[in-house]
């Protein structure tokens, strides 16, 4: 791979917000990660040359520090690659805002070189024909990505996950689920757990959760924990309980009993006041700053809207059920054909964020984790996790590989997030019970 240019690390860092409205994640499907799809043949490089000078534009959907950080590697890029590449990055709102430009941009002939998107939205746009297929480029012995296996590999599996195996996107803003909790909380009222006798140790269970949860509402009189999003409950948690969602072929395999179960534990903690939904609130986070909640499940993303002059907020790998499973998530690059000049200098730059001093670059100033597994053992990004300013960068890299699921990619999934969410709605409501909301669900996606 050529060497575009050494990113020197800077000592400031500033976190993201992430878990804004504009940045909520796109509706989509998870899947159990299995082994990437790795071309045997890659295509053979035409004697790829890039004149100097070529101007590209990127749009995302990053605001508030996230934006900053995207700016901030732009910005180096464009002073310091070789090639004289220009990158115009612009914010074009939320994912789903991005999307709907995206589409216009196709039909209108005048659309980016480099977007940022999950995959299910990515594949609506394979009817344009304008959706570079990157095996070529990732895998080019001059151009392509050096180490790409030290990608980690649940992202390169997402990558990969479309119908051909091939890649179409490449990870960027990716991120995960914690529990959120108040450690001074719970030191000072002496919830802690028997397992270490005189520190608080965060529930671990669906059990210990309950339980932990009631014990914490008879104090405050208040709900004690909550998940931000009901759709990642019902998909996470059906899963823990040993029950199935969707397929990546599209299947819809929600209908059983595990959902039910899942979804009536979390309804019976809503009806006897112990747990929560975020309601008007929109995002947890509000709650939990200002001492009305005491934990929470949300994204790692969302860790700078915890900060709070009133106590420092830990985090815990989420209460795990039968099985172990927590959700991948977070949009990747994908690249538009605007020619093959464009092309390679879009791909350029990708390959220079996804570079390790990058990615941690990327990590230090955003809400996001580091996309390679060196990344983390730099000595910049182990010094910034000693000093605990961010715990969920701690927590988010300490789930094993097979807890994850990621998105698998159908163009109805965001059909089928949107139905699931709707019956858990419709239960905490107190219209349906979770069996029969389960199953118009279900019926109305057939």
Excluded at 236 to 248: D, L, P, V
Excluded at 299 to 325: C, I, Y
Aim: aromatic share 14%.
């Amino acid at each position: 791979m050529k060497k575009v240019l050494t990113l020197l690390l800077s000592v400031g860092l500033v976190f993201g917000l992430a878990a804004c409205a504009e940045e909520t994640p796109a509706p989509t499907t998870p899947s159990t990660p299995t082994t990437p799809t790795t071309p045997t043949t890659p295509a053979e490089p035409a004697g790829r040359t890039l004149p100097r000078g070529v101007t590209i534009e990127f749009w995302h959907s990053m605001s508030g520090p996230n934006g900053d950080a995207v700016q901030y590697l732009v910005d180096r890029f464009n002073a310091e690659n070789e090639y004289g590449i220009t990158v115009n990055a612009t914010y074009q709102g939320g994912y789903n805002d991005a999307h709907q430009k995206v589409t216009a941009a196709l039909v209108a002939g005048d659309y980016p070189d480099i977007g940022q998107a999950y995959g299910n939205n990515v594949v609506t746009y394979f009817p344009s024909g304008q959706v570079v297929q990157l095996d070529e480029f990732i895998f080019d012995p001059e151009w392509g990505i050096e180490d790409f296996e030290d990608i980690l590999v649940g992202y390169r599996n997402e990558a990969s996950a479309f119908e051909d195996g091939k890649y179409y996107i490449l990870p960027f803003s990716k991120s995960t689920e914690v529990l959120y909790y108040n450690p001074d909380f719970f030191n000072k009222e002496g919830l802690w757990a028997d397992r270490e006798g005189d520190v608080f140790t965060p529930p671990e269970t669906w059990e210990e959760l309950e339980t932990t949860a009631k014990a914490i509402t008879a104090i405050t009189g208040k709900p004690a924990f909550g998940y931000d999003s009901l759709a990642n409950l019902f998909i996470i948690w059906t899963q823990q309980n040993g029950g199935t969602y969707t397929a990546a072929d599209g299947s819809i395999l929600f209908n059983n009993f595990e959902a039910v179960q899942a979804v009536e534990y979390f309804a019976r903690g809503v009806r006897e006041g112990y747990f929560r939904v975020a309601g008007d609130d929109r995002y947890l986070s509000g709650p939990f700053v200002s001492g009305d909640v005491m934990m929470y499940i949300g994204s790692t993303s969302g860790s700078v809207f915890n900060r709070s002059d009133l106590f420092d907020f830990e985090s815990a790998q989420v209460p795990m059920g039968k099985v172990r499973r927590v959700i991948q998530q977070g949009a990747n690059f994908f690249m538009l054909d605007n020619g093959d000049d464009r092309k390679l200098a879009a791909f350029t730059f990708i390959n220079f964020v996804l570079a390790a001093e990058n990615t941690v670059e990327w990590a230090m100033r955003s809400g996001y984790l580091p996309v390679r597994a060196s990344a983390r053992e730099l000595p910049v990004y182990k010094e910034f996790l000693d000093s605990n300013v961010n715990p969920t960068k701690v927590t988010g890299a300490s789930y094993l590989a097979s807890d994850y699921t990621f998105d698998p990619i159908f163009a109805e999934s965001f059909s089928v997030r949107q139905a699931v969410e709707v019956a858990v709605e419709e239960v905490l409501a107190g219209q349906k019970t979770a069996a029969a909301a389960i199953q118009d669900a279900y019926d109305g996606l057939q």
